[in-house]
Nanobody, 123 residues
Framework: QLQLVESGGRLVQTGDSLRLSCAAS????????TGWVRQVPGKDREVVAS???????RYADSVKGRFTISRDNAKNTVYLQMNSLKPEDTAVYYC?????????????????WGQGTQVTVSS
């Protein structure tokens, strides 16, 4: 079974950059659509970026131009590079994988989830 472990979350200041990592085991991540999904307490989870096995990468409008998702197949790891961070980016960030083909922007279409990593952006 595919297992996902996120890392890299921490407290940063407005305007800082941060890179999150999602290491996979028990499966080959490049065969899945992988997404970064964030959740603020009291709100639904939001898919902020999605990278398929091949094809178009998609971003939520709220992070477009600031966040970049990428995958290192040799390391079986997906990354989320976050630049120009804002206080509203504060959330728990989850790595998730879907067996469905193509980018997935609906959190309900993801089948495997990591435990999450906290990102806090201070103003």
């Amino acid at each position: 079974q595919l297992q996902l472990v996120e890392s890299g979350g921490r407290l940063v200041q407005t305007g800082d950059s941060l890179r999150l990592s999602c290491a996979a085991s028990g499966g080959t991540l490049s065969l899945y659509t992988t997404g970064w999904v964030r959740q603020v307490p009291g709100k639904d989870r939001e898919v902020v970026a999605s990278i398929p096995s091949f094809g178009t990468i998609r971003y939520a409008d709220s992070v477009k131009g600031r966040f970049t998702i990428s995958r290192d197949n040799a390391k079986n790891t997906v990354y989320l590079q976050m630049n120009s961070l804002k206080p509203e980016d504060t959330a728990v960030y989850y790595c998730a994988a879907s067996v469905r083909f193509g980018t997935r922007i609906d959190r309900r279409e993801y089948d495997y989830w990591g435990q999450g990593t906290q990102v806090t952006v201070s103003s």
